[in-house]
T-cell receptor
Framework: NAGVTQTPKFQVLKTGQSMTLQCAQD?????MSWYRQDPGMGLRLIHY???????DQGEVPNGYNVSRSTTEDFPLRLLSAAPSQTSVYFC???????????????FGSGTRLTVV | DQQVKQNSPSLSVQEGRISILNCDYT??????FLWYKKYPAEGPTFLIS?????DKNEDGRFTVFLNKSAKHLSLHIVPSQPGDSAVYFC?????????FGAGTILRVKS
């Protein structure tokens, strides 16, 4: 019963480098999303997907790309890393966006990213 | 523009006493509200939710109260236990929009 698995747990990037944060869930959830957590800011939505092949922007999408080729996987790509993207990133999933709002999302354990 | 505010960054409570965590929101469109708990190095875990048609929801030691006229949400934990020490996030949403507060650190002293 893995739930939501995020890799890597820690990453240090140099400014301008690109990388992909991986997220996989084994609960057959249709809805998946990426959040970033910054001190004093709470969790802010970056991108979300309501099913395979369907993605949309959240509150802070700039500098990030996503795709959803399968129900299980929802990778987050940083195109050209900037120090402002230093944060803790969480992937979350739910049966649906509305269900997640009422019954809660399942979150991964996070990826701590530092951009120097 | 912070639509969901948790004005207390931290709260310290004695074991066995009540913990009260507060949350204020500004958007009248929000129609469901949730509380999440987060331990260090882990993702947030869902705790309890309430829809705008109710003013109270209870689950064991956890009770959420909603005051729509004041746009205020609170989480009561009774009795508080040392294992409750964590960061608590409130969240509010409507439709496809869900907004989180900045979190309150709860410390329960034994």
């Amino acid at each position: 019963n893995a739930g939501v698995t995020q890799t890597p747990k820690f990453q240090v990037l140099k400014t301008g480098q690109s990388m992909t944060l991986q997220c996989a869930q084994d609960m057959n959830h249709e809805y998946m999303s990426w959040y970033r957590q910054d001190p004093g800011m709470g969790l802010r939505l970056i991108h979300y997907s309501v099913g395979a092949g369907i993605t949309d922007q959240g509150e802070v999408p700039n500098g990030y790309n996503v795709s959803r080729s399968t129900t299980e996987d929802f990778p987050l790509r940083l195109l050209s890393a900037a120090p402002s993207q230093t944060s803790v990133y969480f992937c979350a999933s739910s049966y649906s966006r509305i269900a997640g709002g009422h019954y809660g999302y399942t979150f991964g354990s996070g990826t701590r990213l530092t951009v120097v | 523009d912070q639509q969901v505010k948790q004005n207390s960054p931290s709260l310290s409570v004695q074991e066995g006493r009540i913990s009260i965590l507060n949350c204020d929101y500004t958007n009248s469109m929000f129609d469901y509200f949730l509380w999440y708990k987060k331990y260090p190095a882990e993702g947030p875990t869902f705790l309890i939710s309430i829809s705008s048609i109710k003013d109270k929801n209870e689950d064991g030691r956890f009770t959420v109260f909603l005051n729509k006229s004041a746009k205020h949400l609170s989480l009561h934990i009774v009795p508080s236990q040392p294992g409750d020490s964590a960061v608590y996030f409130c969240a509010a949403g409507y439709g496809n929009k869900l907004v989180f507060g900045a979190g309150t650190i709860l410390r329960v002293k034994s």
